[in-house]
């Protein structure tokens, strides 16, 4: 069966080209789905110069099981024939195709440092060509609209099936090592993955490339900065080299969408979870009536040998300002002999007031770069204090089309009306609903928005109901709009944010957190829901 690499592309919404190449992936998996090839696709992301090419130009490569590859250029739209060949133009300026697939080839065959079996594809299904044989590419290898149908017959003839051989897994490995494959888990959980700006040089890029000895690398990194693409990847290439992995989190929507997006093997799990499993694999139940509970949990662990079944090779901490220390020595304690811990944190989300746990002797990488937030609402923060480090904004996207609506201190009715306009505002830009988060600056509790079942007739509010069902899923109360606390949406993102309640008597230390937190899930808009007094405050900052 081909694999797809990386997974999840199903459930893009994106626009623009990437839509198109979205087709061709569904195309491939079709007609391929009885080969063992492994194709590589880069719709996950994009940036300026590479728009959603996986490797320079080139929008697909597939891998036969003799280490063969095969580029396909993906051309939408019409093309340019010349005296020089065909032409594209890419942001207004003609591109040779012939010139640039030649690069892209010569690029990999550099970067591999041995030898590269290559042959490519030019696929333009929307444009006829006239001449093949002025095009400057060898016709055999131009699939155009008159035999787009062809396209998955040509890719076997190209790439015969073989045996698998120790080229294929060299191949492989490169690729795994040379693109830039890992998709956001920002986009918000149990909704469609949506497009994602991530620049090259990014964290899970080149913060792998360190060595030492004990591998103990502490990152504190700003929201949006790519630690748990970080995370991702270094769980990923465990599994590839036959190792155990284990990630841990705070926060149980994190830990539910990273255990949807990465391999099976390993152990994906919030810190509770974790502790949860461990006691009953020992025939314990834990009693959570007891207010001493945890206490006791942590104290258990803490004193024990822990078997081999539960010491893993790699140790991933995300969401590490959350952590005490005792629960520090707790994971530490899973890590083998020799195995690798790294550690994630942002100050500015600590959330729970809990204070930063020590590392002694750890190797610390600062990332202060945000390529998520809009650099409109990274100013924002600043202005404000909310960042206590020099953040920098990073993202392409300059404005946020920040929105501010108040309401009187206490008024409830005038909140939710002033969150219904919210939305409608959303929408008339050009949003739908599975684009649009409601985030409340409220935990579950206190939230009077979390309590209820819609907005309006029209707007029906999808709900955590603080149940989980059998298995282990959170249970939640279907509705339209997700809506979510600000403690809970951590670590998620949302096209368009609603960040409403947002009520306070005075600037605390938590209340910058919590703006910090809820602020920098926007993506591309954000609309502030506040009380007349928070308001004057931020006003008074700015």
Not at 130 to 153: E, F, Q, S, V, Y
Not at 228 to 239: C, F, G, I, K
Not at 294 to 316: F, G, H, R, S
Not at 337 to 353: C, F, H, M, T, V
Request: charged share 25%.
């Amino acid at each position: 069966m081909a694999q797809i690499h990386p997974a999840g592309w199903r459930e893009m919404s994106v626009t623009g080209n990437a839509a198109r190449e979205i087709e061709t992936l569904a195309l491939l998996e079709q007609r391929l789905s009885d080969t063992p090839y492994h194709i590589y696709h880069g719709v996950h992301w994009t940036n300026v110069e590479q728009g959603y090419s996986v490797y320079g130009d080139v929008d697909f490569i597939i891998v036969a099981p003799n280490g063969r590859m095969l580029l396909i250029e993906q051309v939408a739209g019409l093309l340019n024939e010349t005296r020089d060949g065909l032409l594209k133009n890419f942001q207004g300026k003609p591109r040779k195709i012939r010139a640039h697939i030649l690069h892209t080839i010569e690029g990999l065959t550099r970067r591999y440092q041995g030898e590269l079996s290559i042959d490519y594809l030019l696929y333009c299904p929307d444009y006829t060509v006239r001449d093949p044989n002025l095009a400057g590419i060898d016709p055999r290898h131009i699939i155009d609209a008159t035999n787009k149908g062809r396209l998955g017959r040509i890719i076997r003839e190209a790439l015969p099936i073989t045996e698998k051989t120790e080229d294929f897994d060299k191949v492989t490995r490169f690729l795994g090592d040379t693109l830039s494959l890992r998709p956001d888990p920002s986009s918000m959980i149990g909704s469609a993955t949506q497009m994602v700006t991530r620049l090259s040089g990014g964290l899970a890029t080149w913060a792998r490339r360190l060595e030492f000895s004990p591998y103990r690398l502490r990152v504190a990194g700003t929201a949006g900065s790519g630690k748990t693409q970080l995370a991702l990847a270094e769980y990923t290439a465990a599994l590839d080299a036959g190792l155990r992995p284990l990630y841990v989190c705070f926060n149980r929507p994190l830990a539910d969408h990273i255990e949807r997006l990465v391999p099976p093997g390993g152990r994906v799990s919030t810190f509770h979870m974790l502790c949860d499993a461990y006691m009953r694999a020992q025939d314990v139940t834990p009693d959570y009536s007891s207010p001493e509970v945890w206490n006791d949990i942590e104290k258990a662990l803490a004193e024990v040998a822990l078997p081999e079944t539960w010491q893993y090779d790699v140790l991933i901490v995300d969401e590490g300002q959350d952590f005490s220390s005792s629960w520090r020595d707790i994971v530490l304690g899973m890590v083998k002999p020799g195995g690798r811990a790294i550690w994630l944190e942002d100050p500015d989300q600590n959330l729970y007031g809990k204070q930063m746990v020590t590392l002694p002797g750890w190797v610390k990488l600062h990332s202060d770069t945000n390529y998520r937030s809009p650099r409109q609402i990274v100013q924002m923060l600043k202005s404000i204090g909310a960042a206590s480090e020099a953040v920098e904004a990073g993202s392409p996207f300059k404005g946020a089309d920040i929105e501010e609506l108040t309401y009187p201190e206490g008024d409830v009715e005038a909140m939710l009306a002033q969150t219904r306009r919210a939305v409608t505002t959303c929408l008339a830009a050009g949003f739908g609903r599975h684009d649009i988060a409601i985030c409340s600056f409220r935990g579950r509790e206190k939230s009077a928005i979390l309590n209820i079942d819609k907005l309006s007739d029209a707007h029906t509010l999808k709900l955590f109901t603080g149940s989980y069902d059998l298995f282990g899923n959170p249970v939640f109360r279907e509705g339209g709009l997700l809506a979510e606390s600000v403690y809970r949406f951590k670590g998620q993102s949302a096209p368009a944010l609603i960040f409403t309640e947002i009520d306070f008597e005075e600037m605390t230390d938590l209340v910058l957190r919590k703006l910090f937190v809820g602020m920098t899930r926007a993506r591309l808009k954000l609309v502030l829901v506040m009380s007349d007094r928070a308001a004057l405050q931020l006003l008074d900052r700015m």
